[in-house]
């Protein structure tokens, strides 16, 4: 997908970053001003990644090399203030240090506002898209040193100091924007006609600071109040709930065992997304269906079906890696640029590469029998958090995991011979609302 030259490319997939491509490069800009006029130590972990960088030459290579493959056009060589963009890894790391310790924020820059929900991901966004960055964020070194970075970003999260973006001015959580924006997109379904408030919908006490939550990410999982999402008949094994708040993205039948998920078509690769599991040979020829999560919304996991979970673990996989179609490496583009959404529109290709939760579930519908949910991190959204185990038993509509600092994508598959219809149609401009019915067998 060649990146459209317009000022005003649009990032549509999932809201993870503003609407109005100018307002993201002027975030970047003042990011860059920042670290520019700043001089912050090294984190611990980002020392370690320079080592990493200097002490390996194939790392070396490779994290150099992509930096000096972005295009020299101005559109890509300077940021709207005027500053080159990032082009080595010494400055890159600098603005690394200083995004670990800063939460996502909403921006409103000359009445341009939007979510960088993926700051680091923004940051990277034209290195990614080359052929030495293709490479780099496959390396299994790399995405080991970015787990690390990533967990670290994931503890400050976690910490109290996170919780100053939870304010009620232009930039923060709570501010115009934000509410009218998070409500907005949980009145769907049954609340859709509602005058429900934030508050009405999601368990906080707007009495207190930052609305009771503990820390950004005490917030980016929270919780709907009892009743909001009620489950689709739960005592029907035929009716499969909705896993996740999600869009629908795709439906495909008969998946092949292995395919070509890298290419631009990205068909699903059974055995790569199920990480070759020996029950992953049971799912060839079956029925995926993947649907994405936008940035704003609920990011906890609930069982489809009941039934017993039969397996449910984390594979370790990639963080920053997009298909070369969406880069500067693809060799069927006229022209030469990179997909500056390129992360987000690799929906299929993410579920065979990145860090992903794997949770098989017996349900007790014999037409069902063994199902897979699969929730696929992106960027960095990459904590998978199970929180059932093998052998548990779950209820239809049962939480069974979430993301945290947000949400990527999730697949759904079934087994070869299983009559399952009813999807939602692709393309709905809304989300399906989590506990609501999917789709049924017959």
Excluded at 281 to 290: A, H, L, M, R
Aim: net charge negative.
């Amino acid at each position: 997908m060649a990146h459209n030259s317009s000022a005003h490319h649009l990032h549509n997939v999932g809201n993870w970053m503003p609407a109005d491509h100018k307002a993201h490069k002027k975030w970047l800009g003042d990011v860059i001003k920042t670290v520019n006029d700043t001089q912050k130590p090294l984190h611990p972990v980002l020392q370690e990644f320079q080592h990493l960088i200097e002490s390996n030459t194939r790392i070396y290579m490779l994290i150099t090399s992509m930096f000096d493959e972005v295009p020299h056009q101005n559109r890509y060589g300077h940021d709207p203030t005027g500053n080159p963009e990032i082009r080595d890894y010494h400055h890159f790391l600098r603005v690394l240090n200083h995004l670990i310790t800063s939460a996502p924020s909403w921006t409103d820059k000359s009445h341009r506002v939007g979510l960088v929900g993926l700051p680091i991901n923004a940051v990277l966004d034209w290195p990614m898209g080359t052929p030495s960055g293709y490479a780099a964020f496959l390396d299994p070194d790399i995405n080991k040193m970015l787990k690390k970075i990533l967990n670290v970003w994931g503890e400050f999260l976690a910490s109290p100091a996170s919780a100053d973006v939870l304010n009620d001015s232009s930039e923060g959580w709570f501010g115009e924007t934000g509410r009218r924006d998070l409500t907005a997109i949980a009145k769907i379904g049954r609340t859709a006609a509602t005058n429900l408030q934030f508050h009405d919908l999601f368990e906080c006490d707007p009495s207190k600071p930052n609305h009771g939550f503990k820390s950004w990410d005490h917030f980016f999982t929270r919780v709907f109040r009892e009743g909001i999402r009620p489950v689709a008949e739960p005592d029907n094994g035929k009716v499969i709930a909705n896993a996740c708040e999600s869009r629908p993205y795709r439906l495909a039948r008969h998946v092949n065992a292995r395919d070509q998920f890298w290419i631009k078509s990205q068909p699903y690769s059974v055995l790569d997304m199920l990480a070759r599991d020996p029950l992953a040979e049971q799912f060839v020829g079956g029925t995926v269906y993947q649907a994405f999560l936008n940035a704003l919304s609920y990011h906890r996991w609930h069982s489809p079906v009941r039934g017993k979970v039969v397996k449910a673990y984390v594979v370790d996989g990639t963080y920053y890696s997009e298909p070369l179609f969406e880069g500067v490496g693809n060799p069927d583009a006229t022209k030469q640029e990179i997909d500056m959404a390129g992360q987000v529109t690799s929906q299929g290709y993410i579920t065979s590469t990145a860090t992903r939760a794997l949770i098989f579930i017996e349900a007790d519908e014999p037409a069902i029998g063994l199902m897979a949910f699969i929730g696929v991190g992106m960027a960095e959204v990459s904590t998978c958090d199970i929180t059932v185990k093998e052998g548990d038993r779950v209820e239809k509509g049962d939480e069974i995991g979430m993301f945290h600092f947000g949400g990527s994508t999730h697949c759904l598959l079934f087994r070869n011979g299983v009559n399952v219809s009813g999807f939602p149609e692709q393309g709905m401009e809304e989300n399906v609302p989590v506990r609501s019915q999917l789709a049924v067998v017959s």
